[in-house]
């Protein structure tokens, strides 16, 4: 099956791709500069959880701009080079490490508050295994979209095992995952600040400081779930045809703005990168 028809044949307007790309778009735009920020500043750098951020960030890109590419197929009428197997693979291995890069911030935010003791889940081998850890478990669990027909490579109405598979893996799995490893890491981290309130100020900081933490990685992941989730389910049990047609233009314009409100939000509650980019933006208007 060469599978472009379910690619090509797009029921969206040309309003609705173009808004989908300009958001992409900018996405990309951020991302990429937030990365760079991190990187070319040495303070940032040095900061391992700002590695779990360009984690985020990069594959956002790498999401971002495969969206951008199939959208202006669809709005110009190009059909790709690369087969429908190939390209659903990709998409959904995109999708589910941006899911994992999620997981594996929880995760380490978990072992390195409820074992600070041990050096390990600080070390940079730890940071480094985290993280090609999730693109392993990403690279692994999209490989069946490689052989089957399922998504934008089939054309019938049928739910299939593959349906359940992607809700499961790419849905429910990570939300249990950061789910766990988040409550089990707040009730932590409470229970030792009530224990440790009579040790002073620095304790408290430091506690509030992992707390905060915590919450970014929920809120973060909270507006990717809500904004991917009703596009993502109806695009998996192929129900298009049950949704008002701008209701369901509105739904599938969700996943791209809530990717740009991750990124957004990681950028701006990042309090050494947003000084850096004030003090960068004062420097430009006073040349």
């Known amino acids: 099956m060469n599978g472009s028809t379910a690619l090509d044949s797009s029921p969206y307007s040309s309003t609705l791709i ?9 996405t990309i735009f951020f991302s990429i500069a937030y990365t760079t920020l991190i990187l070319v500043e040495s303070t940032l750098r040095k900061n391992r959880l700002n590695w779990f951020t360009i984690n985020v ?64 889940f600080r070390s940079n081998l730890c940071l480094w295994g985290y993280i090609i850890g999730g693109w392993i478990a990403a690279f692994l669990l999209a490989l069946p979209y490689a052989f089957t027909d399922f998504l934008m490579c089939s054309n019938s109405e049928e739910i299939t095992f593959m349906s359940y598979y992607a809700l499961i893996t790419i849905l429910f799995l990570p939300i249990i995952i950061i789910t766990a490893c988040n409550t089990r890491t707040l009730m932590f981290v409470r229970n030792s600040a009530r224990r440790v309130h009579v040790d002073g100020t620095v304790g408290q900081v430091s506690h509030k400081r992992d707390v905060f933490l915590v919450k970014l990685t929920i809120g973060t992941f909270i507006m990717f779930v809500v904004g991917w989730t009703p596009s993502f389910t109806i695009q998996v049990f192929d129900k298009n045809a049950y949704i008002p047609n701008i209701a369901n233009e509105c739904l599938q314009v969700l996943p791209s703005i809530a990717l740009l409100g991750d990124v957004l939000l990681l950028i701006f509650t990042n309090q050494p990168v947003r000084v850096l980019v004030k003090n960068f933006t004062n420097k430009i208007f006073h040349l």
């Open 57 to 120: 960030c990069l594959t956002t890109v790498l999401f971002s701009t495969i969206m951008v590419m199939m959208n202006t197929q669809q709005l110009f009428g190009v059909t790709g080079n690369i087969s429908c197997h190939s390209t659903a693979y990709l998409v959904t291995m995109i999708a589910c490490q941006l899911m994992y890069s999620h997981c594996v911030f929880a995760i380490s935010r978990l072992l390195t508050i409820v074992y600070a003791h041990k050096r390990v």
């Open 18 to 26: 173009i808004i989908q790309i300009a958001m992409f778009s900018l």
